[in-house]
């Protein structure tokens, strides 16, 4: 026999067999076996299936969001079916509990999943939805490419095997004076596919274990037409690469789990990050060798923020990656969907204001509408959206969101909020439910600092009377007003009695003469309403001072302005 003839045929369908055999000899069921138990949907026409399939190594990114709300958006938009997998292959980066705090945060933000994994268990019939608990399945795939003669074994030790794609490997290539190029590189890899099935027999008697790769047939040369629905019409190379498909210990690769998976939960759209575009190559191979029909792919482009100036990706570290940065802060979880949803699609901004009392659920996402360069992250524009959001809420909404992110974020605010609930909501209640709402914050641990002079324990004179003031006149108009105040009067008998208290100091009560010869004038009713706000509420800005004193009430309103006044 000849030393070329004792390698494995790879066209020899015996051999491919007997190999496939001994590799998984514990493989009873045979691909078609497989996919009766996962059939085809039966859904209406042009529904989308579609999935978030976050590896639970961390928290929940902000960048993860973006994905899973087209998938959850794509599929409930069309009537279609949107799916939890925790793709839980890699237990070195596995973080204890992150799959569950992924779970509790995507339906903190109201994503909800009609099958996967959920807080209650596994829900649905095309699991098991952790790719942990799939190995079997992935077998039956493994063995099928394996009698086919697409993938094969590889004997190697983790470091051997990392050393013939590492930098060392083409060093040492250098240093025996190769002449370096891929394709001696690739010549060297090749080698990995001569064996004979004796060594196999022996290694398997030996206990030691392989990696399984993937019997490339492609031309990295070569490139063919493909079509993205984000990026539109790009051209990808085919693959040469003899990737790994299961790992040493059985476990499948992102690559070959992400083709088995999304086949046999019969997905029609794979939306993810486009970091995994470059991977792309290796799935058409897959799913082509596999014979699974290719599902559409999406590929996001990743969040930018703007940094001196420059684009630059929004990294881990960033304020606002984490989603439980938002939480913190107090931004309420439909608030940020609907920068999500301003973000995502260019025509969302404009729906809304044409659309103010619709839910972002009912506006018709396109994918179209979707930006092929990647958004710009910017807290700012967040703020402004939530204060439109929060400006509908009602005074009671208000308080209840402001309660329970106090409870946790901020105890002392919490307290006092849940001391007098009437008084809180009466307080939220200011200029509210108008035409014009105010907008005066954008999310939770903004509230102390608007409505803290509410409360005599959080109240503090932070701002200063106008340089240049009779602290006289001051004293005198708190005084008189702090007696003639009566929470019961009409905002005019009110404002009278203000202008009545200034007019003998000599502040003009009507501003149009003022302005016509201010110079007649020590100043005018505005000043005299400004000594007032200062004194009952610490600064010189506020929400309306009739609707102000109303609330807080004849006795505390006299006891800020006797204080005040006590102190000049
Ligand atoms: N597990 C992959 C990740 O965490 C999922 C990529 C995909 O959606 O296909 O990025």
């Not at 020899?12 to 590799?23: P, Y």
Request: hydrophobic residues 35%; negative net charge.
């Amino acid at each position: 026999m000849t030393g070329e003839k004792e390698y494995f045929d790879f066209d020899d369908i015996g051999a491919c067999a007997e190999l496939a055999e001994l590799l998984f000899p514990g493989v009873k069921e045979s691909p078609e076996e497989c996919e009766g138990r996962f059939p085809e949907r039966k859904l209406p026409e042009g529904a989308k299936v579609t999935r978030f399939a976050p590896s639970p190594t961390g928290f929940l990114h902000f960048g993860g969001l973006f994905p899973t709300t087209v998938g959850e958006r794509l599929a409930h938009q069309s009537g279609g079916v949107f799916i939890l997998r925790i793709e839980d292959t890699d237990a070195k980066r596995e973080v204890e509990g992150a799959a569950e705090s992924l779970i509790n945060t995507l339906s903190y933000y109201g994503i909800k999943f009609d099958e996967g994994v959920t807080a209650e268990g596994e829900k649905g019939d095309y699991g098991p939805y952790r790719q942990s608990m799939r190995a079997a399945i992935y077998h039956v795939y493994a063995k099928k490419l394996v009698a086919e003669g697409k993938a094969y074994p590889c004997f190697s030790t983790d470091e051997e095997l990392e050393k013939l794609n590492s930098a060392d490997k083409k060093a040492e290539l250098k240093e025996k004076d190769w002449h370096f190029d891929a394709e001696a590189v690739k010549r060297e890899l090749l080698e990995r596919r001569r064996f004979t099935l004796e060594e196999v027999k022996s290694s398997l008697a030996a206990g030691e274990k392989f990696v399984l790769r993937i019997r490339a047939d492609g031309d990295s040369d070569k490139k063919h037409p493909f079509t993205d629905l984000i990026k539109g019409n790009i051209e990808v190379p085919e693959n040469d690469e003899d990737f790994v498909l299961l790992k040493s210990d059985g476990i499948p690769t992102y690559h070959f789990a992400h083709a088995v998976d999304d086949h046999l939960m019969r997905m029609t759209h794979v939306i993810r990050g486009e970091e995994w575009l470059p991977s792309l190559p290796k799935h058409i191979q897959l799913f082509r060798y596999l014979g699974f029909r290719l599902p559409k792919y999406m590929h996001i482009a990743q969040i930018m923020k703007l940094e001196n100036g420059a684009k630059k990706k929004l990294s881990k570290r960033d304020m606002g990656a984490n989603m439980n940065d938002y939480k913190r802060m107090g931004f309420a979880p439909d608030c940020v969907m609907e920068y999500v949803m301003t973000l995502l699609n260019s025509n969302y901004e404009e729906w809304h204001m044409q659309n103010p009392d619709k839910k972002y659920t009912e506006f018709p996402f396109s994918i179209k509408k979707m930006s092929t360069s990647g958004c710009l992250f910017d807290l700012a524009k967040l703020e402004d959206v939530s204060k439109n959001v929060l400006s509908k809420y009602t005074a009671k909404q208000i308080y209840e969101g402001a309660a329970e992110w106090a409870r946790e974020f901020d105890p002392e605010l919490a307290a006092l909020l849940e001391r007098d609930p009437e008084y809180a909501e009466r307080i939220f209640s200011i200029g509210r439910g108008g035409k014009k709402p105010r907008k005066d914050f954008g999310a939770w641990g903004e509230v102390k600092a608007y409505m803290g002079f509410f409360y005599d324990e959080l109240f503090e004179v932070t701002e200063a009377l106008p340089e240049g003031t009779d602290i006289t006149d001051v004293k005198q108009v708190l005084t008189v007003f702090a007696k003639e105040y009566d929470p019961e009067d009409t905002q005019d008998v009110w404002f009278e009695k203000i202008k009545a208290v200034g007019a003998p100091l000599g502040y003009a009560s009507d501003m149009k003469a003022y302005k016509a010869a201010p110079e007649q004038y020590k100043g005018s009713v505005a000043d005299v309403s400004a000594f007032l706000r200062l004194a009952v509420t610490g600064r010189l800005s506020s929400p309306d001072m009739y609707e102000v004193m109303r609330i807080m009430g004849k006795e505390r309103v006299a006891g800020r302005l006797s204080a005040f006044a006590g102190k000049l």
